[in-house]
């Protein structure tokens, strides 16, 4: 009997471990380690803050509801510095507000449906202050050339050593992008159980 017990033990905790390993999202992928180096340094970055990527293959690597963003995008380029990082939050856009936004800079893009904006630039910093005048110009607090000025102004003084709230934080509160729950609970048809397996279906 006392050789039962260590089986049992090992036996469960083989169990827990591989409903473990189950359970959480894909590994970090061993794509990125064959990118150059300027995305290479930029995923390890993401990974580092934002955890493993929900999608990854050879061109990108995406993130789903991590803090703020309801995406994060990393795109696979060659050279650096370059706008390989989109990332989107949940917003909403008036449309009539469309056409400034397209005014103050082509690094904004706003959803079909006007729920979600995105700004792509070649860092989170840039990326948050590009959201964060395009939601100036949603709120009537700016117009596009006024925004346009205070990205150069905010840049150019981040560049001398002079930091900015707008490059730190969003000065806004996008939609709750809280992060996926593991294990994902999976709905099964009632009938499921009484269907035949398809490999019976074969000839």
């Not at 590994?27 to 990125?32: F, I, L």
């Not at 706008?83 to 800079?105: D, Y």
């Not at 729920?115 to 840039?126: I, K, N, Y």
């Not at 100036?136 to 001398?160: C, F, M, Q, V």
Request: proline letters at 9%; aromatic letters at 8%.
């Amino acid at each position: 009997m006392k050789f039962i017990f260590p089986s049992l033990l090992a036996a469960g905790l083989a169990a827990m471990v591989g409903c473990w390993t189950l359970a959480q999202p894909a590994p970090e992928p061993a794509v990125a380690q064959e990118w150059p180096e300027y995305s290479r340094l930029a995923a390890a970055k993401l990974v580092e803050e934002y955890g493993r990527p929900d999608q990854s293959d050879s061109r990108r690597l995406v993130w789903y509801r991590r803090g703020p963003w309801q995406r994060i995008t990393l795109w696979n380029l060659a050279a650096g510095p370059a706008a390989n990082l989109e990332q989107t939050v949940s917003l909403a856009v008036p449309a009539g507000k469309r056409q400034e936004l397209a005014q103050f800079s082509g690094d904004i893009r706003i959803s079909e449906n006007g729920t979600r904006l995105s700004a792509r630039s070649a860092g989170e910093p840039s990326n948050r202050l590009l959201l964060n005048l395009a939601y100036d110009i949603i709120a009537g607090a700016k117009s596009p050339l006024e925004a346009r000025d205070s990205y150069r102004n905010t840049l150019s003084l981040a560049a001398a050593g002079k930091g900015s709230p707008l490059l730190e934080r969003l000065v806004f509160s996008p939609a709750a992008a809280s992060r996926p729950q593991w294990p994902i609970r999976l709905r099964v048809s009632p009938d499921f159980a009484s269907r035949k397996p398809f490999w019976r279906n074969t000839p």
